[in-house]
């Protein structure tokens, strides 16, 4: 336990010229100590009783679950289980616990380790995907023989899903077409128990079932049921329904898998929207004569994107791989009145501001009168939401999953600037990257939004492009 900074320094460097490997620093928390076990049977995810570490040596100012205490654990600690808590606890804890199994994609079993403060609060310490299997020492083994799991069924069934793993992937070998930036190594024949190992402990094979099963069981956290607000006062329930409902699932897994990091910048649109509303009074009436702002914007950003793959990108957690995208299919979200929609614009790298102008039109409108093709709203690679036309400064999107990045749009508004010493009225607006931290660092970002502002503030460049 460090006490101030520089014992925090000390502890690191030491543990680093010790072990040669990343050091993991944790904030205290005062309170007490619990494990979750987590078991996958043929019917369901099971959630076991709470174990808790129960410190026997008061002396400790600071008791720790550490690797001194384990070493003397018999003296050191109690194991609870099941622990002394109410049900109440004991269900937020299993519900934390199956989420973040669900969400880091763990299978067969795992662990996870709380911290509970005096107010009741629980911090998550640790997710082991991989927890210790020692008979009668290991915590996992401990849960599930008090849960009435014998060793021998607890192992048994991690070897069968194993095995059954094992034959699903001699049935779906992976597709030739996708290009590995490291080739995979030829697989080599095993022994039937050293592949049942090898299956459990290697990554998914049929990733995107896998990632679409999660991704189901994420949405809601099953939590205790909410109060009958009935009680209160008057109320009306509406079902969460059609495009909602779907709105709902995915942008709560993008919340759960996707680490969000925002950037933000302003661009000065004056000479593009002088040029923009030059060129409407000219083609006003024709097919995509309308150039709205968002055109431009699309443009802007496949320009963008061209020069930084990685915000054209996905993620497998599963294989543990990064896709880039050779290809530029920009979505814009779309208020329908029933919810959004993310009509999609194919091949805009390929296509004028004209045509991607006239594309938004019909889409947008086939969008609001529900007549939009699924085709249409698929195959995405990077989305923007513009909120500028109902109003407000800025906004904070929501990443649309599996895509890694999304542009949001403000309100364009005329504001005081100081350009070349002098405060002048410029027209103003202001932008929001959210992406995937996964994938690209703040770095990327700055440069990736300062090119978008760069080429935005001069259309001569967005036609230079064209």
């Not at 502890?11 to 928390?29: D, S, T």
């Not at 005062?30 to 076991?48: D, N």
């Not at 020492?137 to 014998?150: H, T, V």
Request: aromatic share 6%; proline share 7%; net charge positive.
């Amino acid at each position: 336990v460090a006490m101030n900074e520089d014992d925090l320094r000390r502890l690191v460097k030491e543990a680093l010229g010790r072990y040669n490997q990343p050091v993991l620093v944790e904030q205290y928390v005062t309170g007490r100590e619990f494990t979750v076990a987590l078991m996958q049977t043929e019917t369901q995810l099971r959630v076991l009783p709470p174990l808790e570490v129960v410190f026997l040596n008061q002396a400790l100012r600071y008791p720790v679950y550490s690797f001194e205490i384990k070493q003397d654990w018999d003296s050191n600690v109690r194991y609870d289980c099941p622990a002394l808590i109410d049900k109440r606890m004991e269900r937020l804890l299993g519900a934390v616990s199956r989420k973040a199994f669900q969400a880091l994609g763990c299978r067969d079993y795992a662990r996870v380790d709380f911290r509970v403060s005096a107010q009741g609060v629980p911090y998550v310490l640790e997710v082991n995907p991989l927890p210790g299997l020692t008979p009668n020492f290991s915590d996992m083994c401990m849960i599930a023989k008090a849960a009435g799991i014998s060793y021998d069924d607890l192992i048994g069934l991690i070897v069968k899903f194993a095995i059954r793993r094992m034959r699903v992937r001699g049935q779906k070998p992976r597709p030739p077409t996708v290009v590995r930036t490291v080739p995979a190594p030829a697989p080599a024949a095993a022994a039937p128990a050293a592949a049942a190992a090898a299956a459990a402990a290697g990554p998914a094979v049929d990733g995107t079932t896998r990632l679409a099963a999660a991704a189901s069981a994420i949405p809601f956290l099953d939590l205790e049921p909410l109060p009958d607000f009935s009680l209160q006062g008057p109320v009306e329930v509406e079902p969460l329904r059609s495009i909602r409902r779907k709105v709902a699932r995915k942008m709560t897994t993008s919340m759960i898998l996707v680490p969000h990091v925002a950037h933000m910048d302003d661009a000065d649109v004056t000479e593009l929207e002088e040029f923009r509303l030059k060129m409407k009074a000219r083609r006003d009436g024709e097919p995509g004569g309308k150039l709205t702002l968002l055109s431009f914007v699309i443009r802007a950003i496949t320009a963008g994107l061209r020069a930084a793959p990685a915000f054209n990108a996905s993620l497998d957690p599963f294989r543990e791989e990064i896709v880039y995208k050779k290809y530029y299919n920009i979505g814009f979200a779309a208020d329908t009145g029933k919810g959004l929609v993310v009509p999609v614009i194919r091949g805009t790298d390929v296509k004028s501001i004209r045509e991607i102008s006239r594309e938004i039109e019909e889409k947008a409108a086939l969008a609001r009168e529900g007549k939009l093709p699924l085709e249409d709203m698929q195959g995405g690679t990077f989305t923007i939401t513009n909120v500028g036309p109902l109003g407000g400064t800025a906004l904070i999107p929501t990443i649309n999953y599996p895509e890694v990045a999304i542009l949001g749009m403000g309100r364009v508004q005329e504001k005081p600037v100081v350009r070349d010493g002098q405060i002048v009225i410029r027209k103003i607006l202001p932008l929001t990257l959210a992406f995937d931290h996964r994938v690209a660092d703040g770095a990327d970002a700055a440069r990736f939004v300062g090119e978008l502002v760069r080429n935005l503030s001069d259309p001569n460049l967005l036609l230079l492009d064209t």
